[in-house]
T-cell receptor, first 113, second 114 residues
Framework: DVKVTQSSRYLVKRTGEKVFLECVQD?????MFWYRQDPGLGLRLIYF???????EKGDIPEGYSVSREKKERFSLILESASTNQTSMYLC????????????FGPGTRLTVT | AQKVTQAQTEISVVEKEDVTLDCVYE???????LFWYKQPPSGELVFLIR????DEQNEISGRYSWNFQKSTSSFNFTITASQVVDSAVYFC???????????WGAGTKLIIKP
């Protein structure tokens, strides 16, 4: 079974802090994704990566950056957390290409105070 | 433009009733893929099914069935004899060769009452 893990289920940070959200997958998937999910707004893609050290902006990249130094790990970075980044963050992975299903981690509920 | 519409925001039924979740999609691509995901209260999205545009056969998996109709651009999901454990938010999604990402519907919240 594909397993995608995220470093924290719940996280509380203060405004202005630098925040790292880690995601690890164990199925040798090429693609990895970061989404945020907010009530009424559905799932929105922040960034995705189709290979090590490669990244592409999604729909809402502002205020975020990512890092993919190893194939299995994809990190989301909030350079200076703000209250409007309070959200559920979901990581996913898939085989290469658009044809394959994405497998999701359990999510990290981030609260910025 | 590509789009996925799940018009039903919330559905509430009593256990053992059958329920159908609607999904209507828009795309100009001839090759595309449709997906259904389940998000239970725990929050983790679970992949249910993938269907490509060249395969219009209906799919059945236990109490779950999917009806894909290109003529109406729909990919509906039916749960037969619903159970409380089916309570979740269900998402329909679309991907196509011309787009690098999944296009998600807004989701339908399904409540199964005992």
């Amino acid at each position: 079974d594909v397993k995608v893990t995220q470093s924290s289920r719940y996280l509380v940070k203060r405004t202005g802090e630098k925040v790292f959200l880690e995601c690890v997958q164990d199925m040798d998937h090429e693609n990895m994704f970061w989404y945020r999910q907010d009530p009424g707004l559905g799932l929105r893609l922040i960034y995705f990566s189709y290979d090590v050290k490669m990244k592409e902006k999604g729909d809402i990249p502002e205020g975020y950056s990512v890092s993919r130094e190893k194939k299995e790990r994809f990190s989301l970075i909030l350079e200076s957390a703000s209250t409007n980044q309070t959200s559920m963050y979901l990581c996913a992975s898939s085989l290469q290409g658009v044809t394959y299903e994405q497998y999701f981690g359990p999510g990290t509920r981030l609260t910025v105070t | 433009a590509q789009k996925v519409t799940q018009a039903q925001t919330e559905i509430s039924v009593v256990e053992k009733e059958d329920v159908t979740l609607d999904c209507v999609y828009e795309t100009r691509d001839t090759t595309y893929y449709l997906f259904w995901y389940k998000q239970p209260p725990s929050g983790e999205l679970v992949f249910l099914i993938r269907r490509n545009s060249f395969d219009e056969q209906n799919e059945i998996s236990g109490r779950y069935s999917w009806n894909f109709q290109k003529s109406t651009s729909s990919f509906n999901f039916t749960i037969t004899a619903s159970q409380v454990v089916d309570s979740a938010v269900y998402f329909c999604a679309l991907s196509a060769d011309s787009n690098y990402q999944l296009i998600w519907g807004a989701g339908t919240k399904l409540i199964i009452k005992p």
